[in-house]
């Protein structure tokens, strides 16, 4: 398990699961957190069983659908309701969001003053329909007074994409992708957040950029090992 390296620790709660600490057997070993990849669904509750362990109140979990879909977590939310969204924003407290993934960016927002915070799932498609200026727009506060952190994904020499990936994106293009051969780009997904984020005037930005493709012993990677299990990201107000 790892936590948020940023100023916001006292006011907000984070959690970054690695793939290490469940029950799960190759190839979703060990803390698999997903019930969609294959993996035996007893394993996958235990390995929920044993997250619930670091949180005070029930999580909120999204089936994500790599849209651009927020969903607002307040009094009359329902955590036993499935929603299909890729982002949770909320005001309450304890009420800990999460987003699953395997080289997708995990992207923690929370405000200066603790008061809201929103988890998105920052896959390129996503990204590229608007999430995270959706997302910000729940917010209360000015653009200045949130800080966001991101999770493990796949780092910049491992997210080859296509000319339908960059042509996906504006101004982002020229700082976060890479011509290597005809038709094929190295995209830095980390960086092409950073540039969306700034955009709509969110510049404190934290994490340690962890990539999941090359680190195996710690992070499941769709793009590596196609069937894996999920990591899981989430923050609550304390």
Request: some cysteine.
């Given at each position: 398990?790892?936590?948020?390296?940023w100023?916001l620790?006292?006011?907000?709660?984070?959690?970054s699961?690695?793939?290490?600490?469940g029950?799960?057997?190759?190839?979703?070993?060990?803390?698999?957190?997903?019930f969609?990849?294959?993996?035996?669904?007893?394993?996958?509750?235990?390995?929920r069983?044993?997250?619930?362990?670091y949180?005070?109140?029930?999580?909120?979990?999204?089936?994500?659908?790599?849209?651009?879909?927020?969903?607002?977590?307040?009094?009359?939310?329902?955590?036993?309701?499935?929603?299909?969204?890729?982002?949770?924003?909320?005001?309450?407290r304890?009420?800990?969001?999460?987003?699953?993934?395997?080289?997708?960016?995990?992207?923690?927002?929370?405000?200066k003053?603790?008061?809201?915070v929103?988890?998105i799932?920052?896959?390129?498609?996503p990204?590229?329909?608007?999430?995270?200026?959706?997302?910000?727009?729940?917010?209360?506060?000015?653009?200045?007074?949130?800080?966001?952190?991101?999770?493990?994904?796949?780092?910049?020499?491992a997210?080859?994409?296509?000319?339908d990936?960059?042509?996906?994106?504006?101004a982002?293009?020229?700082?976060?992708?890479?011509a290597?051969?005809?038709?094929?780009?190295?995209?830095?997904?980390f960086?092409?957040?950073?540039a969306?984020?700034?955009?709509?005037g969110?510049?404190?930005?934290?994490?340690?950029?962890?990539?999941?493709v090359?680190?195996?012993?710690h992070?499941?990677?769709?793009?590596r090992d196609k069937?894996?299990?999920?990591?899981?990201?989430?923050?609550?107000?304390?």
């Amino acid at each position: 398990m790892q936590l948020a390296q940023w100023p916001l620790s006292q006011l907000v709660g984070t959690l970054s699961t690695t793939r290490e600490g469940g029950v799960s057997l190759p190839p979703f070993d060990s803390l698999n957190l997903a019930f969609h990849v294959g993996d035996n669904a007893e394993h996958v509750a235990e390995n929920r069983r044993i997250l619930h362990g670091y949180v005070a109140n029930p999580i909120v979990w999204l089936e994500q659908v790599h849209g651009a879909e927020v969903v607002v977590v307040d009094e009359q939310f329902e955590v036993a309701q499935v929603h299909q969204a890729d982002a949770l924003y909320t005001r309450q407290r304890q009420a800990p969001l999460a987003i699953m993934t395997a080289d997708c960016l995990p992207i923690l927002l929370a405000s200066k003053n603790g008061e809201e915070v929103a988890a998105i799932h920052g896959g390129w498609k996503p990204l590229a329909a608007g999430i995270i200026a959706k997302t910000l727009a729940k917010f209360q506060c000015a653009p200045e007074e949130i800080c966001a952190w991101f999770g493990p994904a796949i780092g910049p020499d491992a997210f080859e994409v296509g000319e339908d990936v960059v042509q996906a994106f504006g101004a982002q293009r020229s700082t976060a992708f890479t011509a290597t051969k005809a038709g094929k780009y190295l995209g830095n997904i980390f960086a092409l957040a950073e540039a969306l984020l700034a955009e709509q005037g969110v510049t404190d930005c934290y994490g340690e950029k962890h990539c999941t493709v090359s680190m195996p012993e710690h992070y499941f990677s769709y793009r590596r090992d196609k069937t894996t299990g999920r990591m899981a990201t989430l923050i609550w107000r304390k």
